[in-house]
């Protein structure tokens, strides 16, 4: 899956001057390897990891794009006020998230020492329940059930059971339901789980949905992970609550900094209207050259 990643970074960097060789000419536009690179490393990891052979598809798509774009240059739509109100938007939301990115979230770095006292502060969010693991089988008729059950007694296999009579789609799966804790599943069944020991098979036991035989076929006690399996959730959490805290110091040191003036009586009108009425009153000013 690695191979097309693999293939472009070699050629972007590679020795001299490769990332500034032509790609493909699309008029006067030049597509360099190097904007290539660029451009594909901006894509979600799913697309940026294609095939091989979706390379040409990549760079048709930037082909298609030029053309799309130099034909809305000579139609004048960027000149358009309504293009102009979402690029200076844009250009907003991009400046906004380039600095949250430098000063928030680069700032926020997490210590080894930090990972470790939150581990010994919040143990108790990292112990395990109980956890069991069975396998049904569900019929309509308590005859089917008894029938079934019999044959069990008798030593057949159960998953092959489950597999030819059960009513349930795990019957695919020769009836395991996989782990389940307590309050998990109805209480009719799992109250016959908890009382039994593994690999015993319970009597009938009828739900709502028909006659259930249940097979205990694992048990996890409760415990409480260790730092390194809850190493990856504690550092999300703390990187979480620092760029929360980062973002909160530079709002208060901006706001500090800043003349805000709101007009109460006018936004106390504005929020008795409706969107359409707010669109058709805007007269939002905009400074030439912003």
């Known amino acids: 899956m690695l191979l097309f990643l693999f293939a472009i970074t070699s050629i972007i960097s590679g020795c001299g001057g490769e990332k500034s060789k032509p790609l493909a000419n699309v008029n006067d ?8 690179g660029k451009r594909l490393s901006k894509l979600p990891p799913y697309y940026r990891n294609l095939a091989s052979q979706r390379k040409r598809d990549f760079l048709e798509d930037l082909i298609v794009e030029q053309l799309l774009y130099e034909e809305a240059l000579k139609r ?9 109100d979402l690029l200076r938007e844009a250009k907003k939301k991009i400046l906004v998230g380039k600095l949250i990115e430098i000063e928030v979230k680069e700032k926020s770095s997490v210590t080894e020492e930090e990972i470790k006292a939150y581990y010994e502060a919040h143990k108790d969010e990292f112990i395990t329940p109980l956890q069991l693991r069975a396998s049904h089988i569900l019929v309509d008729t308590e005859a089917d059930a008894k029938a079934i059950l019999q044959r069990l007694k008798e030593g057949a296999d159960f998953a092959e059971l489950a597999r030819q009579y059960s009513k349930d789609p795990s019957k695919d799966k020769g009836g395991d339901i996989g782990y389940f804790s307590r309050g998990q599943l109805i209480p009719e069944f799992e109250n016959i789980c908890f009382g039994l020991e593994v690999e015993q098979i319970s009597d009938i ?19 409480t992970r260790e730092l390194s399996e809850a190493r990856d959730e504690i550092i999300k959490d703390l990187k979480n609550q620092a760029e929360r805290e980062g973002f909160e110091h530079l709002l208060k040191s901006l706001k500090s900094k800043a003349r805000i003036k709101i007009n109460e009586g006018l936004f106390k009108k504005v929020e008795g209207e409706g969107q359409s009425d707010l669109e058709h009153s805007s007269t939002e000013a905009r400074p030439e050259g912003r």
Do not use: W
């Open 29 to 36: 536009k030049v597509i360099t390897v190097g904007d290539f």
């Open 76 to 84: 004048g739509l960027n000149r358009d006020a309504e293009v102009k």
């Open 205 to 223: 036991v009828k739900t709502q949905f028909g006659y259930h035989i249940i097979k205990l076929t694992e048990r996890k006690e409760s415990g």
